[in-house]
T-cell receptor, first 114, second 110 residues
Framework: DGGITQSPKYLFRKEGQNVTLSCEQNLNHDAMYWYRQDPGQGLRLIYYSQIVNDFQKGDIAEGYSVSREKKESFPLTVTSAQKNPTAFYLC?????????????FGPGTRLTVT | SQQGEEDPQALSIQEGENATMNCSYK?????LQWYRQNSGRGLVHLILIRSNEREKHSGRLRVTLDTSKKSSSLLITASRAADTASYFC??????????FGKGTKLSVKP
C-alpha cells in the first residue's frame, strides 16, 4: 500500500515541552512539506524539502524545526518557542517540488498543548 | 503570501443540485489545482488545470480557468451527501511551493 503516513493522530503535550511529529512516505517522492491548519483556515506552509538533506523555511517557520536525513522521512519538531502550537498539522509529498505537481497528503496530526 | 481566494466561504445545497465555487488569484500561474478535505482529514487532489487549458472534466467535476480574469471555478454536478467537504484551490508561490486559499465549505443535505 503506497502512501503517506503521520503519527500519532492525536497528541497532547504540556506547555514548554518539545514534541516531534512523524511523517513517512513510500511513494519515492523527492519533495515533502509540512503545513499547519487552524480552525476554518487554509493551510500555511511551515517547512518544505525538495531533496534529501535540504529544506527551506515556509511562511511560518518560527518555533519549528525539521530534518530530512532520509528520502522517506520528514519529521517536524514543535519547540517550546512556538507561541501557539495547538493546531492540525498536515504532511504532504510530491514527485518533485516547484508547485507543478499534485501533492499527496497524510491524514494529519492534531496537536493540543495545554 | 496568500495567492488563491475561494468564494463563497460556505455553501449549503440539497442533494442532486449543482455546486459552484470560485477561486481568484493574484499573479500569473503555470497551473491551478483543486483539493478536497473531509472534516479532520488530509487533503485529496481533485484536478490540476494548466494555464493553456480553459476547461477540464473529471467525473462529476468540471473546472474552468480564465487567466485574463485570474479566476477558476469548480462545478460539482448532481451533488451527493458524500461531497460534503471543504474545497481548496492552490497555485504556485514565489518560492515554488503551493499556496492554498482558505477554502469553501460545502454542505450537501440529503
Amino acid at each position: 500500500d503506497g502512501g503517506i503516513t503521520q503519527s500519532p493522530k492525536y497528541l497532547f503535550r504540556k506547555e514548554g515541552q518539545n514534541v516531534t511529529l512523524s511523517c513517512e512516505q513510500n511513494l519515492n517522492h523527492d519533495a515533502m512539506y509540512w503545513y499547519r491548519q487552524d480552525p476554518g483556515q487554509g493551510l500555511r506552509l511551515i517547512y518544505y524539502s525538495q531533496i534529501v538533506n535540504d529544506f527551506q523555511k515556509g511562511d511560518i517557520a518560527e518555533g519549528y524545526s525539521v530534518s530530512r536525513e532520509k528520502k522517506e522521512s520528514f519529521p517536524l519538531t514543535v519547540t517550546s518557542a512556538q507561541k501557539n502550537p495547538t493546531a492540525f498539522y498536515l504532511c504532504a509529498s510530491s514527485p518533485q517540488g516547484f508547485g507543478d505537481y499534485e501533492q499527496y497528503f497524510g491524514p494529519g496530526t492534531r496537536l493540543t498543548v495545554t | 503570501s496568500q495567492q488563491g481566494e475561494e468564494d463563497p466561504q460556505a455553501l449549503s445545497i440539497q442533494e442532486g443540485e449543482n455546486a459552484t465555487m470560485n477561486c481568484s488569484y493574484k499573479t500569473s500561474i503555470n497551473n491551478l489545482q483543486w483539493y478536497r478535505q473531509n472534516s479532520g482529514r488530509g487533503l485529496v487532489h481533485l484536478i490540476l488545470i494548466r494555464s493553456n487549458e480553459r476547461e477540464k472534466h473529471s467525473g462529476r467535476l468540471r473546472v474552468t480557468l480564465d487567466t485574463s480574469k485570474k479566476s477558476s471555478s469548480l462545478l460539482i454536478t448532481a451533488s451527493r451527501a458524500a461531497d460534503t467537504a471543504s474545497y481548496f484551490c492552490a497555485t504556485k508561490g514565489s518560492q515554488g511551493n503551493l499556496i492554498f486559499g482558505k477554502g469553501t465549505k460545502l454542505s450537501v443535505k440529503p
